[in-house]
């Protein structure tokens, strides 16, 4: 069974720093590109970030190019996501997901999602 299981989420103030981590099992980690997705209140769900397989190819959304960094361990199975200089605009309720490999924007399996709430 797929499993994705976030954690590291919290309330910080801005210009504060987080770092979510997401646990996989059930499937071949290192075999899958993994992304972060992220739901705000009252909106649709948005791409954050993606990595490959491997690690060295790494994409952003433009809103945290700069900001954020995704990287993953595969020996340890898992997915990070560092939040630097977060803002108000960046809650949400983020979640990894696993790529599909059939088009891009594609996932079919998702964590629960960790909270993350930048206020002052």
């Known amino acids: 069974e797929v499993q994705l299981v976030e954690s590291g989420g919290g309330m910080v103030q801005p210009g504060g720093s987080l770092r979510l981590s997401c646990a996989a099992s059930?499937?071949?980690?290192?075999?899958?590109?993994m992304s972060w997705v992220r739901q705000a209140p009252g909106r649709g769900h948005e791409w954050v970030s993606s990595?490959?397989?491997?690690?060295?190819?790494?994409y952003y959304t433009d809103s945290v190019k700069g900001r954020f960094t995704i990287a993953r361990d595969n020996a340890k199975n898992t997915l990070y996501l560092q939040m630097d200089n977060l803002k108000p605009e960046d809650t949400a309720l983020y979640h990894c997901?696993?790529?599909?490999?059939?088009?891009?924007?594609?996932?079919?399996?998702w964590g629960q999602g960790t909270q993350v709430t930048v206020s002052s």
């Open positions: 997901a696993r790529d599909s490999g059939k088009a891009t924007y594609d996932w079919d399996y």
């Open positions: 990595i490959n397989t491997g690690g060295s190819s790494t």
């Open positions: 059930g499937f071949i980690f290192s075999s899958y590109d």
